[in-house]
């Protein structure tokens, strides 16, 4: 099945240089100008994953981002933030927002095409033997996508999400940060230094409880009471 791409910017040259990248690639591009716009075509011609600026008039990228992962059928597609703000604070609250990727202005067409082939990969790979993994009282169905802690649904990107499902099938080892990156994508489309930032999320959303820190060599996921 033949992909759909949303692109959001208001910059009519950079949407247009997106559309024709894209269609080159073999997708459907879906074009929007504004926060409203693209909120209005996601619910609409429901993309598989979305371009997003984040300096736009009526509605920022930021809001606009928020508002996608409200929407339930919109809280698993892919977004990758396209942002001339290039500080690492700008990418911590991009990713914070709900963000896959971040990459920024100006950026290699090469590079933006490979990130997206393999955010697509990953949307499409199922979890081995749809298993239901417990830790503690996290609990992960990977038939069906869905995470919740103490029976409370938590909602996590894509990325979050493949994060935690890689700890939890390595539950109590230490996993670093190069074996996550290698894990999700197998190619550089993941920053190493981006993963800090989805942890951080992840701390956030499942509990600081089932999260170790192994300074100088990367993160543990363990059962509370093993603290």
Do not use: W
């Amino acid at each position: 099945m033949i992909k759909k791409i949303l692109v959001v910017d208001d910059e009519e040259y950079i949407v247009e240089l997106l559309r024709i990248n894209l269609k080159e690639q073999g997708y459907i591009p879906i074009c929007a100008y504004s926060g409203t716009e693209a909120l209005e075509k996601a619910q609409e011609m429901r993309p598989d994953l979305i371009l997003l600026d984040i300096m736009m008039p009526d509605m920022d990228g930021l809001e606009t981002c928020r508002k996608l992962r409200e929407n339930q059928l919109m809280k698993k597609v892919p977004i990758i933030i396209l942002s001339a703000r290039s500080e690492e604070t700008d990418k911590v609250i991009g990713l914070g927002v709900g963000a896959d990727d971040y990459m920024t202005k100006p950026f290699g067409i090469r590079e933006l095409m490979a990130r997206i082939s393999a955010l697509l990969r990953r949307t499409e790979q199922s979890d081995p033997d749809n298993e239901i993994i417990h830790v503690g009282n996290l609990c992960i169905d990977s038939s069906a996508h869905a995470v919740s802690v103490d029976e409370k649904a938590v909602n996590l990107t894509l990325t979050e999400y493949q994060i935690l499902i890689y700890m939890a099938q390595n539950v109590g080892h230490v996993i670093t940060r190069e074996a996550l990156v290698s894990a999700l994508s197998g190619t550089t489309s993941i920053e190493i230094g981006s993963i800090n930032v989805h942890m951080l999320n992840l701390r956030r959303k499942i509990g600081e409880q089932y999260f170790m820190t192994v300074r100088g060599l990367g993160y543990k996921l363990i059962v509370p009471e093993e603290q």
